[in-house]
């Protein structure tokens, strides 16, 4: 069964505006259709073979650099407005830039080495690894300091009410997770021979003839589900070790193959906390590409889970404890926790990075910390399906949607 959940309000990652039907909408040729990607590609190779082309249409092209799984940023502050903390942007480049630094450690820049991101705006967007140049790349100015920061980080910095910065930080997941699962497909699968990347990145070929083998961006599939004890008006919370200190959240867990989502939801709930779910109901879904590196995407698809025993037996291997809590107690929680003050903490620490922290000097409070003092415990922020899924039911319920 589907939620009423309104899906109007993109989740993080989520809604990125240079796929899909935003960018459709903004260009007369659709950027995901073949002809939108040939004329892209075509046009990318022309420029990096004609430096003097290049230099009077190179305005139609922008480049985002990723080194080590982390894109380029820039950071600014008007500290005048002293309500308002520093802004991060993408920090996009030229293909003379890009092409500058590549050969300043003796490498050419190919078409080959750039992943295609989308087209709006009369713009094609790419984004290209940086990781194995010779020397660090250097961008920006005096005026303009940029940086390599952690898409984690990004995503905690990130002003939920800013549609810009979501739109910004879906744009980065998206590449990230298209890079780092091409520096896992090096190699064919079947054959063990070198691929190479194929329709701009989109995907990869093995380069054996008598194999062939296609290979496609992985994602992995991932149900996160709030378990609901509809009688007593409460819902389970767990906890995992590597959690910070008094964050609880869903269930969570991977979709075995020859699984239905709902029978996934019903399997790792049983197993980590011992209790039977009765009827499943569909929440929403989030791209993950902050997970481990060898899961470049994750995909998160929730869901609420009705109990239909109570008696909690926690899988210590899985989690370090779980335990219901009342709606009322929940609705405490979620007014407790700081968010604003955690994303304005962390939107300073990436300011920081930006502006280039000396050796030994602390950077601002870790980014973890998002609690008030008095908090007894807090929930996942709005970044994650988790928060949306507990915060849902908290204030509005799911009562209508269960039969």
Not at 171 to 199: M, N
Not at 281 to 309: D, E, N, R, T
Not at 338 to 346: G, V
Request: net charge negative; charged share 25%; with cysteine.
């Amino acid at each position: 069964m589907e939620s009423g959940y309104s899906t109007s309000r993109h989740h993080t990652f989520a809604g990125n505006p240079l796929i899909g039907a935003a960018a459709a909408s903004s260009a007369s040729v659709p950027s995901d259709s073949d002809d939108g990607l040939e004329s892209a590609v075509a046009s990318i190779r022309n420029l990096l073979a004609d430096t003097a082309e290049e230099e009077a249409a190179g305005s139609g092209i922008r480049i985002l650099p990723f080194r080590h799984g982390k894109p380029l940023v820039e950071s600014s502050y008007a500290s005048t407005n002293s309500d308002e903390g520093p802004t991060w942007r993408l920090a996009w480049q030229s293909v003379h830039k890009c092409r500058e630094l590549f050969e300043a450690s003796g490498l050419k820049l190919g078409g080959e080495s750039l992943v295609y991101l989308g087209q709006r705006n009369e713009v094609v967007y790419w984004a290209l690894d940086f990781t194995d140049l010779n020397l660090v790349s250097q961008f920006g100015s005096e005026e303009r300091k940029n940086a390599y920061v952690e898409l984690r980080t990004l995503m905690v910095a990130a002003d939920w009410s800013d549609e810009n910065a979501m739109g910004e930080i879906s744009i980065a997941g998206h590449a990230r997770a298209i890079l780092e699962w091409h520096g896992l497909c090096q190699f064919c699968g079947r054959c063990g021979t070198k691929t190479s990347p194929q329709k701009a990145g989109k995907r990869r070929h093995c380069q054996n003839d008598s194999c062939k083998k296609s290979f496609y961006p992985r994602v992995d599939p991932v149900v996160i589900m709030l378990v609901i004890d509809k009688a007593n008006d409460r819902a389970l919370l767990s906890r995992q070790s590597r959690f910070v200190p008094r964050m609880w959240s869903c269930l969570a867990g991977f979709i075995e193959p020859g699984e239905s989502l709902e029978e996934a939801v019903r399997r790792e709930t049983q197993e980590e906390v011992g209790i039977e779910v009765g009827e499943v109901i569909y929440h929403s879904s989030q791209p993950w590409p902050v997970g481990p590196s060898s899961m470049p995407c994750q995909l998160m698809v929730g869901f609420f889970a009705f109990a239909k025993s109570f008696d909690i037996c926690v899988d210590k291997n899985e989690l370090e404890d779980a335990q219901w809590h009342s709606r009322e107690d929940v609705k405490k929680d979620l007014t407790f926790a700081e968010y604003k003050k955690a994303q304005r903490t962390s939107a300073f620490r990436v300011h920081q990075i930006c502006g280039g922290v000396e050796k030994g000097q602390g950077l601002t409070s870790d980014f973890n910390v998002e609690i008030g003092e008095l908090a007894p415990m807090f929930v996942p922020r709005s970044f994650a399906i988790a928060h949306h899924l507990i915060s849902s039911w908290a204030n509005e319920g799911v009562g209508g949607l269960v039969s």
